[in-house]
């Protein structure tokens, strides 16, 4: 009898945080959802995957790689940009190709 109680005390604790953390509520929002489709999936494990994988909060790894990936991006530009500027520096003091060839 003692073992039953320790079991329902672990199950009531596992519940418990599995309700602080949300994943009673996104679990009954999905099932839910599932059981309102007009027409049901091939496959409720896919149509589950699906939406829970939709609804997960990002990865703050994800996240920070996202926001170094912009900022990369807004460098790259702007050594594009100081690239075609120093180009075109450089251009007035090279003579024009075609004198080059001639001497």
Known sequence: ??????????REQFRQYLEKSGVLD???????A???????PDSALDFLKHHLGASAPENPEIEAL?????????KYEAVLEENKKLKTKLAQYEPPQDEKHGE
């Not at 009898?1 to 672990?10: G, N, R, T």
């Not at 996202?66 to 807004?74: G, H, T």
């Open 1 to 10: 009898m003692a073992h039953h109680k320790a079991a329902d005390s672990k």
């Open 66 to 74: 996202r926001l170094e990936v912009a900022e990369m991006k807004e």
């Open 34 to 40: 599932l059981y309102e489709e007009p027409e049901k």
């Open 26 to 32: 996104m679990l009954t929002k999905v099932l839910v």
